[in-house]
């Protein structure tokens, strides 16, 4: 298997690439669907996760090799990059439209939804209960809805 890959390291980043790739697959098949460029954020926020097994990417970025490695974290880096960015993207078009409070900044919004989500995996695990999960989704989404989603 070595002979693919620049040894041990090498083999994680491609780990590493293919599971943040796959992450992004899945984000982009409910972030391009039709709607409403807020229905589409929720639909995003309300994905089935399995939160007591916490955010394959996520993951990474506590480990300290990942962290400490430019090669390693790249991968991790670029998704939560890229994800962010997008829900940006829609975020600003929904504020555009009037979807959201004229007060949320887009930009800022958009790494609080990111960070919702990791910090949900990371509570749910702790405290062994994915409705913690649901719990914290629930509320980026009442507080973008307005409580109307």
């Given amino acids: 298997m070595y002979h693919h890959f620049e040894g041990k390291r090498g083999l994680a980043v491609e780990a590493l690439t293919a599971t943040a ?14 709607g409403s460029a807020l229905d589409r954020v929720v639909a995003y926020l309300r994905v089935e996760r399995e939160a007591l097994r916490g955010c394959p990417v996520g993951r990474m970025a506590l480990d300290p090799d990942v962290v400490a490695d430019d090669a390693l974290r790249r991968p991790v ?14 975020l600003d078009e929904a504020h ?13 919004v958009s790494v609080a939804v990111v960070a919702t989500i990791q910090g949900g995996y990371v509570l749910a695990r702790a405290l062994q ?19 109307a989603g």
């Avoid at 880096?77 to 829609?90: D, G, P």
């Fill in 77 to 90: 880096e670029e998704y939560f990059s890229w994800l962010a960015e997008c829900l940006r993207q829609l």
């Fill in 96 to 108: 555009r439209a009037k979807q959201i409070a004229p007060h949320l900044v887009p930009e800022d």
């Fill in 129 to 147: 209960d994915p409705s913690v999960m649901s719990a914290a989704l629930d509320g980026i989404i009442a507080l973008l809805t307005g409580g």
């Fill in 21 to 34: 790739q796959d992450m992004q697959l899945r984000a982009e098949a409910t972030l391009d669907r039709p």
